[in-house]
């Protein structure tokens, strides 16, 4: 079993910056994806950024160019640089890993608000 830990979360202004943190509790599959969901009040969970072990990036279209995913496999974590944000990015923010052996595992969200 893994723990995800988010950290990061906050009241930024629009423009602002954040950056989020994802700390798994132990060392991490040698294939695997990891990523950032968020979720609006009333709307679907929906993938904001995602990594593989490989190194392949993805993006969701309304923040590419804004934010950046990376990771530390040394301290098996992964993160998530928010610039430029607007008022709609606003949104409960969860990290995301899937070993390739299987399993989903899910942090316990952190919230981002964007607001003047």
């Known amino acids: 079993q893994v723990q995800l830990v988010e950290s990061g979360g906050g009241l930024v202004q629009p423009g602002g910056s954040l950056r989020l943190s994802c700390a798994a509790s132990r060392s991490i599959s040698s294939i695997y994806t990891m990523g950032w969901y968020r979720q609006a009040p009333g709307k679907q969970r929906e993938l904001v950024a995602s990594?593989?072990?490989?190194?392949?990036?993805n993006y969701a279209d309304s923040v590419k160019g804004r934010f950046t995913i990376s990771r530390d496999n040394v301290k098996n974590t992964v993160y998530l640089q928010m610039n430029g944000l607007k008022p709609e990015d606003t949104a409960v923010y969860y990290c995301?890993?899937?070993?390739?052996?299987?399993?989903?595992?899910w942090g316990q969200g952190t919230q981002v608000t964007v607001s003047s």
């Open positions: 995301n890993y899937k070993p390739y052996v299987g399993g989903n595992y």
């Open positions: 990594i593989t072990s490989g190194g392949r990036l």
